[in-house]
């Protein structure tokens, strides 16, 4: 079975960058679109931003020019790299292999000042 073992979250200011991480168990994670999730308090979870097997994206208009997701298949790891970051980003954010289905566990991130 799959495991997605997501890092990177954290607190920062309003306007800082922070860099997630999600690393795949296995030896498919190259045959896997994968996508980041976020989930504020009290809110439900949304797709955040996508990346396929070639490398298309796809953002939330919200976070578009702000956040970019890459891939590294060599090392089975997803990233997503967040900027200009506001307090409407605050949530757990989760990775998921939208391939086959599977969640990390998340990882919080908290904008305040």
């Known amino acids: 079975q799959v495991q997605l073992v997501e890092s990177g979250g954290g607190l920062v200011q309003p306007g800082g960058s922070l860099t997630l991480s999600c690393t795949a168990s296995g030896s498919r994670f190259s045959t896997y679109t994968m996508g980041w999730y976020r989930q504020p308090p009290g809110k439900q979870r949304d797709l955040v931003a996508s990346?396929?097997?070639?490398?298309?994206?796809n953002y939330l208009t919200s976070v578009k020019g702000r956040f970019t997701i890459s891939r590294d298949n060599a090392k089975s790891t997803v990233f997503l790299q967040m900027n200009s970051l506001k307090p409407e980003d605050t949530a757990v954010y989760y990775c998921?292999?939208?391939?086959?289905?599977?969640w990390g566990q998340g990882t919080q991130v908290t904008v305040s000042s």
């Open positions: 998921r292999s939208l391939t086959i289905g599977t």
């Open positions: 990346i396929s097997t070639v490398g298309t994206t």
